[in-house]
Each structure stands twice: as C-alpha cells, then as structure tokens.
C-alpha cells in the first residue's frame, strides 16, 4: 500500500497510508494530512489514486508544491519520490508491504509519546517523566523517532542518530527547553541529565 513519510530536517514526524482515492494535504485540521506550518496553504495538495497509480495535483498553493526539486501542477508519484513543501519533505513510498502502524503511548492528560521505526540500538536511554499525573514514570527510546508533547499545542521528536540523540521542535509556537534554554527547529544534541520541557511537562533525558 502506498504510504508519504512526512519529515524536517532530516527527522520523520509521521508516515501516513494511502488509503482513500483522494488524499488531501494542507495546513488546516479537516485535511488529511496536516501540516501546521504557515508555509503550507490551508488546501495545499491532493493525491489521487487510479488503480497502482497516484498524482499528486498542487491546489494552487501560495508556496507551490515541488517534487524532486521541480515545481509541479499535477504529477505521476513514483516509488522514492521525494515532494517538498516549505520545509517539509514528503517522501513517496509504494512497495506494496504490509506496514506496521505507529504505536502511541499516553504519558499523560493530553499529553503522547509515540514512536516508529526500529533501529539498532545506539545505547540504553530513556525519557523519564518529572512532572503530572505519570511523574515517575520512564519510557525507553527504542524507536528512531519519539514524539513528545501535545499535539495542537506543542510536539518535539528525539531522533536517534549514530552518535547519539537530538531533539527538535515539530510543531507549535511553544518551544520546549533543555536546561531551561529554549531550542527551536534545529536539532539540539541531548546528553545523559538533561532537563526537558515541553507544553508543561517536565521531562529528564537518561542514557546509559
């Protein structure tokens, strides 16, 4: 089943199915696929699905939608394309296997920590909640991507990278803290003790 991996600056934020014969994606709440980015129009793009076939079609966006580094009106999507709204790349995937579908943990009231995509391990670490109604409680980073945060409000991923993890702000126009710095849409390299708080909640970095 063909599947868009939306990701900024190298860190994937969520993978959606196609599933539907139309498909759209915007910055507003009833689309598909949201984007909350001001560079994304409220109605930016839509898939459309004919048998194996999927065209990606711009509605007319104020930033314009570009696949592969080209601006498009209306494009055939091919396995390992890669479209580019703004910031965000969306890359195109269409291999015909079954997926696993993102599994997501409440850490508290309104508050989710998700997680997709196994890797090998880089070293045993874990985010360990200080603050509300799950203080206390510790949920291993055993994923590539973990979310943090309240969607709507403010998320941030920690990505596990070769020599370590970062964090960087997703979304929302609260930015979360490390030690009390506030970090933004670049990724900040986290180390064992690190104080983080995001949309009210405390949260301590642990590696081992």
């Known amino acids: 089943m063909p599947k868009m991996i939306v990701s900024i600056d190298g860190v994937v934020i ?5 599933t539907k014969d139309r498909t759209t994606l915007g910055r507003r709440p009833y689309n598909d696929i949201v984007i909350d980015n001001l560079a994304v129009s409220g109605e930016h793009a839509v898939m459309q699905m004919s048998g194996a076939d999927v065209f ?8 314009g939608t ?3 580094g080209k601006a498009i009106k209306k494009h055939q999507l091919q396995n390992g394309d890669t479209v580019e709204i703004g910031k965000y790349k969306i ?24 997680s997709a995509g196994a ?4 070293g045993n670490a874990a985010i360990k909640v200080m ?15 973990t979310t943090i945060g309240k969607p709507g409000v403010a998320v941030a991923a920690i990505t596990r990278r070769p020599q370590g993890y970062v964090v960087a702000l997703v979304e929302g126009a609260t930015r979360p803290t490390i030690n009390g710095n ?14 983080i708080e995001l949309a009210g909640t405390q949260m301590q970095f642990i590696q081992q």
């Open 131 to 145: 603050s509300g109604a799950a203080a206390g409680r510790e949920v291993p980073l055993v994923k590539v991507v």
């Open 119 to 122: 890797q090998p391990p880089v």
């Open 182 to 195: 506030p970090i933004g849409s670049e990724a900040v390299n986290l180390r064992h003790g690190d104080l």
């Open 91 to 114: 890359k195109f995937a269409h291999e015909g296997a079954a997926e696993n579908h993102e599994k997501t943990m409440v850490i508290q009231a309104g508050a989710v920590l998700g």
């Open 66 to 68: 570009y696949v592969n």
């Open 14 to 18: 969520k993978e959606v199915q196609l």
């Open 56 to 63: 990606l079609e711009d509605l007319n966006s104020t930033n």
